[in-house]
């Protein structure tokens, strides 16, 4: 009984770890509604609002987050980016807002393509 006890309290565990690892999209969403990012790359993240904006909706989530942490480290001399308003926008995010972003600009559709 208490060898089940234990088994059920790790199991919890995990699961509870898991869910805080995961990316949440909805909270993604409520980011960028938050930061108003849109302002800049568009309300729907593939019609930026000027030419030097990038398009974000569906870019690869690990591209998104590697740029958004880049932006937050700053350079460093690590090769970090070093565009002075994308760092003020990165700046309050956290790792797990980073990730909740990423994840839910990766999933909208977007008209970026890979050109073999
Ligand atoms: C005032 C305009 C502005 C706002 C607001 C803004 N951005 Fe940006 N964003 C830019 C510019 C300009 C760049 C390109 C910077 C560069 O050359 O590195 C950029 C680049 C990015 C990139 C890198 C894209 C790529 O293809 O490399 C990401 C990701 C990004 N922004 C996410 C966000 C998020 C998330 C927010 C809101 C928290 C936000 N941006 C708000 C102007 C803005």
Do not use: F, W
Not at 14 to 24: E, G, N, Q
């Amino acid at each position: 009984m208490k060898r089940i006890s234990i088994l059920a309290a790790v199991l919890a565990g995990c699961a509870m770890s898991a869910s805080a690892l995961a990316a949440d999209l909805v909270a993604g969403r409520a980011l960028l509604e938050k930061y108003n990012c849109a302002s800049c790359h568009g309300k729907d993240y593939n019609s930026p609002t000027e030419p030097v904006y990038p398009k974000l909706a569906g870019q690869h989530e690990d591209y998104l987050r590697h740029a958004l942490v880049a932006y937050r480290r700053g350079d460093h001399g690590m090769n970090g980016r070093t565009n002075a308003v994308m760092a003020l926008q990165a700046k309050p995010l956290s790792d797990q807002d980073i990730k909740n972003i990423a994840a839910y600009l990766h999933s909208l559709p977007g008209t970026l393509v890979l050109r073999k």
